[in-house]
């Protein structure tokens, strides 16, 4: 098997990429039955493909940290079975989280801060005692009203408002 070649799409994916990526979250089954995947594939922040063939998407979606009060990139990553194992995960966030800093140091009308996520699936969970993620730089931020835990990584160039 080949190594993951990772792409950073976002706002750039063209039509017939964004079908390809529904086409894989829909063999899948990768995507809550009340989602429309269109409007996820429009959020699709970076690809990895192994062989040519679509391995994982992160998907990225701005939005407020409540605890914080502040916007961050939300992100989403969802990696077949068969490439869990290796390091498809990590590629996705590393591409997801520079296209999603340089978006935002080159908006900063949109004051996005850095990127977020839930961690969900019982292996995070197991990997989420420490209060930051040494590979990813995520670090604990709170929870969910779920229990989950929310993980934030900020950019190098936010600067938290003067209150």
């Known amino acids: 098997m080949s190594a993951a070649v990772t792409d950073a799409v976002w706002q750039v994916l063209g039509e017939a990429d964004r079908a390809r990526v529904i086409a894989f979250w829909q063999r899948h089954g990768a995507l809550p039955y009340d989602t429309d995947p269109a409007a996820r594939a429009r959020q699709a922040a970076a690809v990895a493909r ?25 992100f989403r990553e969802y990696v077949a079975p068969d490439h869990r194992q290796g390091s498809v995960a990590l590629h996705l966030f590393r591409a997801a989280w520079q296209v999603m800093e340089a978006w935002s140091r080159a ?5 996005v801060m850095g990127v977020a996520g839930i961690v969900q ?9 420490v209060t930051v993620h040494p590979p990813s730089g995520l670090a604990l931020a709170g929870y969910t009203p779920g229990g989950r835990q929310i993980r934030i990584r900020w950019f190098d160039h936010a600067r938290v408002p003067l209150t």
């Open 107 to 111: 908006h900063p009308e949109e004051a």
């Open 121 to 129: 699936g019982d292996a995070l969970r197991t990997a989420a005692r």
């Open 50 to 74: 192994i062989d040519g063939e679509i391995a994982g998407v992160a998907t990225a979606e701005i939005d407020i940290v409540p605890q914080l009060d502040l916007r961050f990139a939300f």
